[in-house]
């Protein structure tokens, strides 16, 4: 019977399509920053070009979870849980489906952000892509955890980086709630269905930072295990 090319990833490392899904999952993320510059500077062309782009990366991702779910054998021997390999590139996965939705909702209703939100929802939104990064790091640093055996420096090493991980999550809440704050300020200077949209943007974006704690949570109970 012919191996799948897919699994023959897995007896190189079984970790490798884990991260080839969280690294395109995580591109697909980093794109928001110029997709919305793209969008201060009222340059559509480059947004859609941008949002293009975006959408590209979350179907590469959903190809590559529809592989490792389908091509993924019940009695194949991992070093975690396969029920916590799947869990992973769920929540893997919500990355690069919330992106897509904030750049669709923007680029749907050409929305620019006011001069009072600018600066604090950019630092915000970097803010959250930060704690995305610290995911991305940590998924690759699997390939290392498991050859030392899930232990020792390794061990240390992924534990810190996801204590790391959610100091930056703090730090995104504490920016959200004051970002949140600045938008109920100014809100009557926008037309209501404009506010309605602005905070849907605020809460998808800081859902970035939640799915990358959530990945950073998920790899502890692999860890603890």
């Known amino acids: 019977m012919m191996v799948s090319p897919f699994l023959k ?25 110029a997709f919305f510059m793209a969008t201060l500077k009222e340059d559509w062309v480059e947004a859609e070009k941008i949002q293009m782009h975006i959408n590209a990366l ?3 991702a959903d190809e590559i979870k529809r592989d490792l779910r389908l091509n993924l054998p019940k009695d194949l021997f991992l070093p ?10 769920s ?11 904030i750049a669709g909702l923007v680029m749907a209703r050409k929305m620019v ?7 604090e929802y950019l630092d915000f939104l970097q803010c959250c892509l930060d704690a995305a990064s610290h995911a991305h790091q940590a998924i690759r640093e699997l390939n290392d955890l498991y050859a030392a055996g899930f232990c020792g420096k390794e061990a240390d090493i992924m534990e810190e980086m ?17 970002l949140r704050a600045n938008m109920v300020k100014h809100e009557t200077e926008y037309s209501p269905i404009d506010a309605i ?20 949570d998920r790899l502890q109970i692999c860890i603890a295990r």
């Open 80 to 89: 975690v849980a396969r029920t916590d390999l799947l869990e992973l590139i």
């Open 162 to 178: 996801i204590e790391q991980l959610h100091h930056i999550e703090k730090t995104t809440d504490e920016k959200h709630l004051t």
């Open 9 to 33: 990833m897995f007896g190189k490392s079984p970790f490798r399509p884990l991260f080839e899904h969280m690294d395109t999952s995580f591109q697909c993320a980093k794109q928001l920053p």
């Open 58 to 60: 979350e179907e590469k």
């Open 113 to 119: 952000l006011p001069e009072t939100l600018r600066e």
């Open 91 to 101: 929540k893997q996965d919500f990355l690069a489906n919330e992106t897509k939705h």
């Open 197 to 216: 949209f602005f905070y849907k943007v605020i809460e998808w974006t800081g859902r970035l930072a939640d799915c990358a704690q959530k990945i950073g």
